[in-house]
Every structure is written in C-alpha cells, then in structure tokens.
T-cell receptor, first 110, second 113 residues
C-alpha cells in the first residue's frame, strides 16, 4: 500500500526566501508524481506533473524533482511571495488513483 | 476551456437523508475520479470511471455510496442514507486517457448533522 509523507507539516518564512518542500513515498513503482496547491475553501490547482521517467520539471519560480529509487520528491519555490501562501500537496500515481500526502501549509509573511 | 465543475459547493443535511453530488468534467476527458477528504486526514480515492464504466471503486466506504456517470459525461455521487462520518469535502477530478495530469474541481463540502 502506497504511503505518502510530506515534511514539514507547516512552514512560515519571510517574503523573498527560497524554500523546499519534501515528499516521500514508500512504493517506487509509480507512473507520475503531481504537485498541487490548495487555497482555503478552494479546489486543488495542479502545479507540476513529473513523469516517472523524468527527473525534474520547472514552471516559473517552481521546480520539482523526482528520485524514484529513493522514493522522494522536492518542490523548490524561489523568491517566495505572500501570494504563495497555501497548502501544497504531493500525490503519486500508482495504478490510476492519486495517493496524497497530508500537505504542507505554507505561510509567507511580508 | 471550462474546468471541472462541482455542484453544490456546500450541503448540510440531517443524518438519514439523501444527498446527490454532481461533477462535470473537462470536455473530452475520459477519466473521472471521486476523492474525499475528512477532517484532519489526507485526500482519499473513492472511485474511477473511464468514460461510463467503473474501473475501480475500491475506495468506496460502503454500499450507502453510489456513483454513476451518464453517457461518459457528468457524474453523480449519491449518499443514501447519510451518516455523521460522511461529512467531509468531496472532490471530483478528470484527466485525458492514460496516466496524465489530473484537474480537480473546487469540491463539495458535505456536513451531516
């Protein structure tokens, strides 16, 4: 059974800092890994999808890496802004279903 | 292109009543999923449709939950009768064929009192 863990559970940083969110999973037989953002009371917004054959994906200030063999992914956010405040969720696809972690709650203070 | 749309956004019902949630996926997406998040827990898979066929319903909690997908378009999730532990946020997601990027709706917050 796939278990997904996200560390830290919560993070508070001052504006402008670079930060790293961590995701680990127990079963390396995955198809894809997807990072999402969730704002309070809203749905999930897809940030990045990494195919199992890829090592990383970049979108603007976001960079996600994937190391399947060690069961780890990181989401790097450069030059954080208050608008980045949200919960960030990591999900792995093994089979067709997404297996989610509990998320990291990020607060970027001005 | 419209995103995944869910109705209603909130629902408060009494224990024992019936509630039906609706999801309209992105047009052309064959895969449709239902997920649920209960308080303090991670988002959990409920079931998966490919077009109108149920591919995997291993996450459905019990037989009080019934999902349908009419003609491979919109989907409904009915809870009958609702229990207190059914409270949570129900998300719908859709994706193209295969193991592709999933897009989520805004969720339906269900409260059973």
């Amino acid at each position: 059974k796939q278990e997904v863990t996200q560390i830290p559970a919560a993070l508070s940083v001052p504006e402008g800092e670079n930060l790293v969110l961590n995701c680990s999973f127990t079963d390396s037989a995955i198809y894809n890994l997807q990072w999402f953002r969730q704002d309070p009371g809203k749905g999930l917004t897809s940030l990045l999808l990494i195919q199992s054959s890829q090592r990383e994906q970049t979108s603007g200030r976001l960079n996600a890496s994937l190391d399947k063999s060690s069961g780890r992914s990181t989401l790097y956010i450069a030059a954080s802004q208050p608008g980045d405040s949200a919960t960030y969720l990591c999900a792995v696809i093994s089979g067709y279903a997404l297996n989610f972690g509990k998320g990291t709650s990020l607060l970027v203070t001005p | 292109e419209a995103g995944v749309t869910q109705f209603p956004s909130h629902s408060v019902i009494e224990k024992g009543q019936t509630v039906t949630l609706r999801c309209d996926p992105i047009s052309g997406h064959d895969n449709l999923y239902w997920y649920r998040r209960v308080m303090g827990k991670e988002i959990k898979f409920l079931l998966h449709f490919v077009k109108e066929s149920k591919q995997d319903e291993s996450g459905m909690p019990n037989n009080r939950f019934l999902a349908e997908r009419t003609g491979g378009t919109y989907s409904t999730l009915k809870v009958q009768p609702a229990e207190l532990e059914d409270s949570g946020v129900y998300f719908c997601a859709s994706s193209r064929q295969g193991y592709t990027e999933a897009f989520f709706g805004q969720g339906t917050r269900l409260t059973v009192v």
